[in-house]
């Protein structure tokens, strides 16, 4: 995704390798459905952040993706300060285990499982949170 150097750690080329994979999906996901819709990123000035937001007039969900196979609570702060925000939006964690769990109102998928139901011209809502 990008050049690494020497002060780069495996683990860091792999965190921005995923998201990359993840947005390249979402892109690809919105130019060929016809639920048109935006892509964003989200901060606070504290510098809590959420990777990606789906938002149009069909859909509204934040999307955080983690190079990891465990999930912890500190991974679930983005989504939980951008559901008080906006509780009216669906909230995700793609992350690189197996299991499909809901934690806090926010749906844990595996990546591989998020990515495989990313179908153009299906709503998200209907394939990721049914």
């Known amino acids: 995704m990008r050049p690494a150097g020497p002060l780069d ?3 860091e080329i792999d965190g921005a390798g995923i998201e ?5 999906h979402l892109r ?3 130019a060929y459905s016809n639920n048109p819709c935006n892509l964003y990123y989200w901060r606070t000035k504290s510098g809590v952040e959420v990777d990606f937001i789906l938002y149009g007039q069909e859909t509204f969900q934040a999307i955080e993706v983690k190079n990891s196979a465990r999930i912890n609570n500190k991974m679930l702060k983005g989504l939980t300060a951008f559901q008080e925000d906006y509780p009216e939006a669906q909230t995700v964690l793609v992350y690189r285990g197996n299991e499909r769990m809901l934690i806090n109102n926010i749906l844990c998928l595996p990546c591989e499982q998020f990515l495989r139901d990313l179908i153009p ?3 998200i809502g209907t394939a990721v949170f049914s």
């Open 28 to 30: 690809a996901w919105i």
């Open 121 to 123: 011209g299906q709503s």
């Open 20 to 24: 990359g994979l993840v947005a390249q």
């Open 9 to 11: 750690s495996p683990h």
